[in-house]
């Protein structure tokens, strides 16, 4: 994927708005694809080269967001849970966040389909795990094309006009946006870190809860 991420800026010139989508609607459905670090860059690319639109980049990201959570919930409905169990792990689905996976769906149902676009580790399974988990899909395809709206679309159009604004800074009040800036995004991430872990402990926690009335059924039959 590093080679890819190199070349970007190449691809982008020759495929223009489909690559957006394509690497988009491959996160979207199950694949370990840097989507948001390609949304940022083409948007970045907009600003710089003005040969694509802002506003094309960001349908090509919402096209590939919501076109590819549909492939990913029909591969997790038709699949289900024993092909994530098996296959999970080669794309970073370990069984924790397999269970993290599951209790978010039975405590925060279709909602999280929607926040799950903003947080890194579950955007990728989101699909996939409310296909395995039954999730009626026009509850999904709603909360799938708003997430994915507000996601890619935000991500694009927030990306731009930063860029432009921090462009027609100079000096220390630049400096001091893109400092901000770099705190911010740092800061998210290690409060989404921190989340994870402690959601992934509740989630290992109520499994065990679940699991122990079976073990007594089956100890007294």
């Known amino acids: 994927m590093l080679p890819l991420l190199h070349h970007l800026d190449t691809l982008l010139q020759h495929y223009g708005y489909g690559i957006v989508t394509l690497l988009v609607l491959m996160e979207s459905m199950g694949l370990p694809v840097p989507a948001e670090t390609c949304i940022i860059t083409a948007s970045l690319y907009c600003l710089k080269t003005h040969h694509l639109a802002i506003q094309g980049v960001a349908l090509a990201a919402i096209a590939g967001a919501i076109i590819g959570d549909n492939l990913g919930y029909l591969i997790g409905r038709h699949f289900g849970l024993p092909l994530l169990q098996k296959h ?29 676009r903003f947080v890194s580790v579950l955007r ?40 432009r604004k921090i462009s027609e800074v100079s000096g220390p009040t630049g400096i001091a946006i ?37 073990q007594s059924t089956i100890s007294a039959a």
Do not use: D
């Not at 970073?92 to 799950?116: D, K, M, N």
């Not at 296909?131 to 694009?156: E, V």
């Not at 893109?178 to 509740?202: A, C, D, P």
């Open 124 to 163: 990728v399974f989101v699909a996939l795990l409310a296909g395995a988990c039954n999730m009626h899909w026009k509850r999904f395809m709603l909360f799938n094309a708003l997430g994915g709206t507000c996601w890619a679309g935000g991500y694009a159009m927030g990306t731009y006009l930063l860029g």
């Open 178 to 214: 893109g400092v901000l800036t770099l705190i911010g995004l740092l800061g998210s991430g290690l409060f989404l870190r921190k989340n994870e872990k402690h959601l992934t402990q509740l989630a290992l926690a109520e499994e065990k809860k679940l699991a122990s009335p079976q």
């Open 88 to 116: 999970g792990r080669k794309v970073g689905l370990t069984p924790e966040r397999l269970v993290l996976g599951q209790y978010l769906f039975r405590h925060h149902g279709s909602a999280i389909v929607f926040l799950g």
